[in-house]
């Protein structure tokens, strides 16, 4: 069969793409190809988009895999429909093997081809992106503004990113070198030498409920640019976005000539467990995995034939110790605690106050007055129930339902969580994030984790979900060694610190560098401690208990492919 | 105290050796900055480097390092002489965390001051090979000239190579980026961002008996280049060439102005197990290894709160199918067989030859031809007692003489091994290789692992030392197949081939790509399977069983250190 798709044709539209990913990883200035306004996608976008997404409800989502051995599916969006699609069922006896049958021809294609097919799988999901963010918005609970933009364009840089490092990665080497020895007197001794990036073997996409394609790209992405098969295995309750992910990348594939079951689906039955399956068979080299810490350290030690890399659950920590934006501060530290509910990695969950107060351009405040000022910003931000609606979001799951008002029994309330009503959707769950208040006196947790007492301290464990808790330190000494323990105990994603102080944000910064934790300093506009850019931001560090891994880095692809060398005599 | 070694100073000195480093592993030609002939050293260098040498025997060897609750050691040279050198024994309830105490400042200096300070190290070892080459021979039982060159050139070539990976692996990322995100008619998003590499924690050399330098120095430098203390553990029988190396990192160390205990030495009493104890330490977040199989894996599986890099054992085979250089095959095969007596972890260790014969430009050569002219191959080339002691060296342990001793009855010996009587040292082990015929029928093999049969297919198993077999095969189909699968199942950190047809080429190339093993194509002059030179060649591919690791690469040093951002509104 001809490939509709030539090298050349691939090459012509993508390489430029390709070089621009490559100079913003190694500039690290602002860069997108994909537009985040819904009106970039031209006039008829967003209704075509609807009608694709309402077109899949309550049908049979075939695609063309070896193994299929039954139908199964039962998304309920978090906004109340039930999705009803069903998706194939997979004998992994039938679709691994056949995965691994056109691994040779897609390493023998090199990285430069690799990376332009991935870029046109991107470049068709990024034509349909209105309909990926419904598809999103009803499987994570996203409003869908934020559906849209960190479920299309945000996770679509970060698949771009992922392919530029693994090219920039693969490439570094060159695929022949001529090696001469000089042996004195002698003729010199003679080698030519090849080298070819070979894939380790099929990698597993173990996706999350809350960002299906935000998290589940990198490793996709960076997986199949160096030439290994990927089975995705998408959350139950978030299949949709990574089914049409698969079939947008098996129809490209074999545009390209290669075949299309180097990407595959594996969704699982109600209570099947597949995961752990697929992730103990042999042929599963690779995995990548975003979800809960018990899972994720049972991969970290049970999948021992893999190269797992994971992203955990952490505790974020805000440190406020001074600032000289008080209004911008609180506007800003509002937004982070609102958007998605909370519901994002990122979000953070602990604010450590002076329990005297702190200094701010607009006079000394108490720790009283911070709290309640926090939670009149938050109150004010989300008072229109429009507003708050497109901010919020729904609840995920019952889950976090359970635990926001479980939080009522955890301390004082500071602000309260209040029940929004969306118009469109009656049946969502949506909520306003609760401020409880928090002793931080250093008994309270000094001796946590060593005598059995932090169970008795709820802001060391993770509160997933519309929760933070305003902690009353004794100094900033403790609020430094508390943020020091929770990053090295519990892992964190994001730190945030607002200080006027340069001798305290050096201490906080040297805490973050001690700890490996990504620090965000005194953010008062319109940048959020909870977001990362791609080509810019590392998302995680990979060196705290939070995740195994960054978004993105050479470590996320360099051991995902060797280089297997050929010498022969010159 | 003011810094007797300035960073000018260290860069005037080795800035452009650094460059150069760069440029090697990005072109993979031949380069060293290290002379491999010890007359390049200088005409009083020998006799110095033996004075020096003898001067260590029967002394304490004091490092001022933290700790030290005792002394240990008991060294005995495979060439018979007691070493009687005793070595500090540490507390690492002190040690530890007196290693961590200048990290901070290791940090702050940056990968190229860091870089710089390391080839310091690296040129002040070089200076001093031909003392480290009587060190290395006295414990690892090398002939002089092999541990003159791979204890010293070669071993430094490989720190150097790890320091280049790690210094281009950290200034991928630029130290600081300025991010301006356009908002329409709204100002533009701008942030100041930093970027810094962030050591893991203290990183745990664990050293081996037989090339105690080449194969530590690439964790060490790697380690050290990318701000992680390093403890070194040498193995009880060869201590000497680390405890050096640590003397004179410590020495560099201190007269840059950093803390000389980031590199510190552990020394463990007869018995006493340290590597298990270390390994399992918090503060201990990197561990280079290389050994048995058995501890490799329970490092890998055990150690999860360190990076594990391991190189284990393997079996190495050589597919011979055909020739046009017979004579230059058996030469080349002969040379590889008896170097260092066998005992390279790159030794072949299984001839997969036809049983039906093969073709060669000396014509038919039946496959009982083949073995008695590789056995007369060999005992050419040792025939003489001074050649053999200077290509074989001794029996680096009592472990390697049994096996040798058992290979006997293993199946039919086609050459024996001979003592050979050193001249200098007649209390050395010397043996030449023996030669064992097996066969490779595919019924003896195919089932071995599932039916608990492997104990009965020898070859199947790593016979570490000077034992090979030469494995009779049906056809070259059965050779492709065995190949793979001791490929897969046990690991190689070689693989060699002879043969004249483009489709076995081609088919053995393709196994070695599908199973990521390094591949040696028809060697017949001065180059042999059994070596690999920095900065061209990888040792190992880490996709294998016999390693995890590839030396070197940038996934031997990407995650060493975590890139840690701190982002500031501009």
Redesign the interface.
Known sequence: MAAQLSPQQLSDKHRPTLDQALDA??????WSPHPEHPKAYGESAPAEGLAAFQALRGTRFELDQPGTDGWTGGEVSPYGPALAVEYPHADPDVLLPAMRAG??AW?EAGPETRALVCLEILARIGARTHEFAHAVMHTSGQAFLMAFQAGGPHAQDRGLEAVAYAYA?QT???AA???????GKRDP?E?R?S??A?P?GISLLIGCNTFPTWNGYPGLFASLATGNPVLVKPHPRAVLPLALTVRVAREVLAEAGFDPNLVALAVERPGEGIAKTLASRPEIRIIDYTGSTAFGDWL??HA?QAQVYTEKAGVNTVLVDSTDDYKGMLSNLAFSLSLYSGQMCTTPQNLLIPRDGITTDAGEKSYDEVVADLAASVSGLLGDDARANALLGALVNPEVKARLEAAASLGDIALASREIVHPEFPDAVVRTPAIVKADGARKSWEKAGEGGTEAEVPYLAECFGPVSFAVAMDSTDDALELLRRTVREKGAMTVGAYTTSPETERAI??V???E????????????YVNQT?AF???HG???NPAANA?LC???FV??RF????????A
């Open positions: 990883i190694r500039s690290r200035a602002y691994m040779g390493r990665e570094r080497t060159p070198a001529d090696w001469s020895k000089p042996q001794l080698l030498k080298f070819t070979a380790r970290e030690s021992r910064e040297e973050c560098l001690e490996s934790a990504q620090l965000s300093l005194n953010l008062t506009g319109g940048v850019a810019s931001d590392f560090s990979g060196g960054a880095d050479a470590a360099a051991n060797r280089m297997v060398e050929v010498r022969r005599q």
